[in-house]
């Protein structure tokens, strides 16, 4: 008697299940997700992306954007399978063990005299001990922190999502329309002391703008992080003769989100590491292979449903190579509920741009990531924050500290704030705003409905004016 030991043919689920949840992006784990998302949420909006032959396409019906085809009776199958393996419920996070975080003394900060807030973008600037912050009503303005001061430096028309500044010039990034959108309303404005110009318009929601020079020519290029919905890019401007822009589409794809310019291979090129979101959530280097032309390598793919949100490139293990350090956790979506497997991860360089996840730190909603050496003690401490935590049962876990106790066997203290949720906080930054020598972080708020929370929280917010938080740093 002769056996066979090939594996049996996959059943005809799976096999669907692999080729059309896989056919714009790597293919979730069904258990990643409970029963009641998949039904109601995912699986309708993964319909409304195909033509299901025979309830859609009239005879000879030619569709002009591609949509995946699939049989009617396919469908069924397909919906059933994934409805029956995922569970009733996602298991719990792991409990977390925390101490107060005694390090940093926290200071609330109104910037204006209304309650709730809507900053939309900020950052420090350390040079002149200024922030530089834009609001969902479209302006720009400059903080003194000394002083206590504040200036307008522009109006615009929609919400500010970026500044890039030299002395005498400044580039605007206005959003368009902040919710989630196809059309093209996002803009650059090049604004000259008073003088502002659209330098660029027709973006699809731009998040984010890297002013560099690429090249080394002595002028600056712009990436623009288009995130846009179901249609978005990483887009490349050069100037050119006429004082305008040359456009260049470097990736195809919706949800760029951050984009950082180094030379990660050592050839003495500028490459651009970008991280996406939106199906496609991945971390691309796009290599510099000669005069502003870009080879795109994908060195980190994670699942559709996570939630990539920041990264930061440093060298935690101190070898040499830069290491990627991601945040996952933006749950405002289809598929809003509690992940386990949100938080923050560690992923390591073999100096080859190889990236291997090496340590994993669970937070719900974990959307922002600071990576530092707060305290001065050699290794790098992260910040993180939550703009997604379980309001319900741990609302303290909407900031982290992790203190680095031993950067080789990835050991942390997780500390929190005695007031965690004088905001919902949203962004943030560092820098040493006292000038004592050690550096702050910096917490900003955004009061804007994204997902519910408990009555008594939104009412604190809709009554109380802070805006920022300032968690100045005792070690000096």
């Known amino acids: 008697m002769v056996t066979s030991c090939a594996p049996e043919p996959p059943k005809r689920e799976v096999a669907l299940y692999n080729t059309y949840c896989a056919s714009c992006h790597i293919a979730p784990r069904i258990d990643e997700l409970p029963k009641d998302i998949w039904k109601n949420a995912i699986l309708p909006d993964m319909l409304a992306r195909m033509d299901i032959e025979e309830m859609y396409q009239e005879p000879n019906q030619v569709s002009t954007t591609f949509r995946p085809k699939i049989k009617l009776q396919d469908w069924i199958a397909l919906q059933n399978y994934i409805i029956e393996l995922a569970p009733e419920k996602l298991a719990a996070a792991p409990k977390l063990v925390t101490r107060p975080l005694e390090q940093f003394k926290a200071q609330e900060v109104a910037l204006d005299t209304l309650n709730g807030s809507l900053l939309t973008y900020f950052d420090f600037n350390e040079g002149d001990n200024q922030l530089n ?38 580039i605007i990034t206005e959003v368009g329309i902040l919710d989630p959108s196809d059309l093209e309303e996002g803009q650059l404005v090049r604004l000259v002391k008073e003088d502002a110009t659209i330098i660029q318009n027709e973006l699809h929601r731009p998040v984010g703008t890297l002013c560099e020079d690429l090249n080394g020519d002595g002028t600056m290029e712009m990436v623009v992080s288009e995130f846009g919905d179901a249609t978005g890019s990483l887009s490349l401007l050069v100037g050119n003769a006429a004082g305008n822009y040359d456009k260049t589409i470097l990736l195809n794809q919706p949800g760029c989100i951050k984009t950082l310019a180094k030379d ?58 830069d290491d990627i350090i991601t945040v996952n956790g933006d749950n405002a979506d289809k598929s809003y509920v509690h992940k386990p497997y949100h938080g923050m991860r560690i992923h390591l360089n073999d100096g080859e741009s190889n990236f291997s996840e090496a340590y994993f730190y669970p937070l719900n909603g974990a959307t922002r990531v600071l990576a530092r050496d707060f305290d001065q003690d050699g290794d790098v401490d992260f910040g993180l924050i939550s703009t997604f935590p379980d309001y319900e049962k741990t609302p303290e876990l909407s900031f982290v500290y992790l203190e680095n106790l031993n950067a080789k066997s990835f050991d942390f203290a997780s500390k929190v704030l005695n007031d965690a949720n004088a905001g919902r906080w949203f962004l943030m930054d560092a820098g040493d705003i006292d000038a004592d020598g050690d550096e702050d972080i910096i917490l900003s708020s955004f009061t804007y409905v994204f997902t519910p929370v408990p009555d008594g929280l939104a009412k604190r917010w809709a009554n109380s004016n802070v805006d920022l938080v300032i968690l100045e740093n005792k070690l000096k």
Do not use: C, H
């Open 264 to 321: 990660m291979n050592n050839d003495g090129k500028l490459d651009i590491i970008t991280m996406t979101t939106q199906g496609n959530e991945s971390m691309t280097i796009l290599y510099q292979t000669d005069d502003l032309k870009f080879k795109a390598e994908r060195v980190l793919d994670f699942s559709p449903i996570y939630g990539s949100s920041w990264f930061e490139l440093v060298d935690y293990n101190q070898d040499g190579y």
């Open 133 to 170: 912050y834009g609001t969902i009503a479209g302006d720009l303005q400059r903080y003194d922190f000394q002083q206590q001061t504040q200036e307008k430096v522009y109006q615009g028309n929609t919400p500010v999502t970026w500044l890039n500044s030299t002395d005498s010039v400044q």
